[in-house]
C-alpha cells in the first residue's frame, strides 16, 4: 500500500541555522508533491509544489527537492527563525487527478 | 486564494448524537474536500463535495456515516452521525482550484474540534 512517512519526532534547531525535513514514500510515483504548514488550531497553509520532472524548487527561504529515484523529497528553511515553528505536512498527488495523501507532519522548533 | 470559515469551531458531544458542520468559502468554487485529522495522525480524506452532484467518499467512509451537502458554490456540511468516541478528531474542509489537477493549490478551513464523550 502507499504509505509516506515523515519523522514524527520534533526537530529543534537554532535560530538562524537551516532546518531540513524529510520526505519519504513508498509503493508510489506521484507526479506532485506539496508542502504544507499547520499551526496549533488551524488548517494547513500551502507553501510550495514541486513536479516530478523538476529537481528543486525555491521561494524566498524556502527549498524543495525531489528525488523520485530515492522517493525522496526535502523541504529546507534557510535562515530559521522562531516564527517558523510549525508542523510541516508534505502531500503528494494519487492517481493523477487532484487527490492528495498527506503525511503526519514533523513538528518544527526554531529556539532563539 | 480561498478564505474559508467554518462553524463550529469546536463542539463537546455525547455518544449517539449527530453534529454538522458549515464550511463557508468566500469564493465560487466547484470541488470542496472534508479531511479528518486524529490526534497525531495525517489528514485523511473522508469525501469529495462538487456543486449538482453526490459526494464522492473514499475508502472507509459512508454516506450513513457522513452525509454531505452541497447546495451551492460556496457552502458545504457535513454531518458525523450517530457518533462514538472514535470519532473525535478535528474535522476540516478544504477547497481547489477548478482544474481538478494535482498542480490546484488547496485552500483549507481552521477546522472543527470534535470530542465526543
Known amino acids: 500500500s502507499q504509505k509516506i512517512e515523515q519523522n514524527s519526532e520534533a526537530l529543534n534547531i537554532q535560530e538562524g541555522k537551516t532546518a531540513t525535513l524529510t520526505c519519504n514514500y513508498t509503493?508510489?510515483?506521484?507526479?506532485?508533491l506539496q508542502w504544507y504548514r499547520q499551526d496549533p488550531g488551524r488548517g494547513p497553509v500551502f507553501l510550495l509544489l514541486?513536479?516530478?520532472?523538476?529537481k528543486e524548487k525555491r521561494k524566498e527561504r524556502l527549498k524543495v527537492t525531489f528525488d523520485t529515484t530515492l522517493k525522496q523529497s526535502l523541504f529546507h528553511i534557510t535562515a530559521s527563525q522562531p516564527a517558523d515553528s510549525a508542523t510541516y505536512l508534505c502531500?503528494?498527488?494519487?492517481?493523477?487527478?487532484?487527490?492528495?495523501?498527506f503525511g503526519t507532519g514533523t513538528r518544527l522548533k526554531v529556539l532563539a | 486564494s480561498a478564505v474559508i470559515s467554518q462553524k463550529p469551531s469546536r463542539d463537546i458531544c455525547q455518544r449517539g448524537t449527530s453534529l454538522t458542520i458549515q464550511c463557508q468559502v468566500d469564493?465560487?468554487?466547484?470541488?470542496m474536500f472534508w479531511y479528518r485529522q486524529q490526534p497525531g495522525q495525517s489528514l485523511t480524506l473522508i469525501a469529495t463535495?462538487?456543486?449538482?452532484?453526490?459526494?464522492?467518499?473514499e475508502s472507509g467512509f459512508v454516506i450513513d456515516k457522513f452525509p454531505i451537502s452541497r447546495p451551492n458554490l460556496t457552502f458545504s456540511t457535513l454531518t458525523v452521525s450517530n457518533m462514538s468516541p472514535e470519532d473525535s478528531s478535528i474535522y476540516l474542509c478544504?477547497?481547489?482550484?477548478?482544474?481538478?489537477?494535482?498542480?490546484?493549490?488547496?485552500?483549507f478551513g481552521p477546522g472543527t474540534r470534535l470530542t465526543v464523550l
Open positions: 509503493n508510489y510515483s506521484p507526479a506532485y
Open positions: 463535495a462538487n456543486q449538482g452532484s453526490e459526494a464522492t467518499y
Open positions: 502531500a503528494l498527488e494519487t492517481s493523477g487527478t487532484y487527490k492528495y495523501i
Open positions: 469564493s465560487q468554487v466547484t470541488m
Open positions: 514541486i513536479r516530478e520532472n523538476e
Open positions: 478544504s477547497v481547489a482550484g477548478d482544474s481538478g489537477r494535482g498542480t490546484d493549490t488547496q485552500y
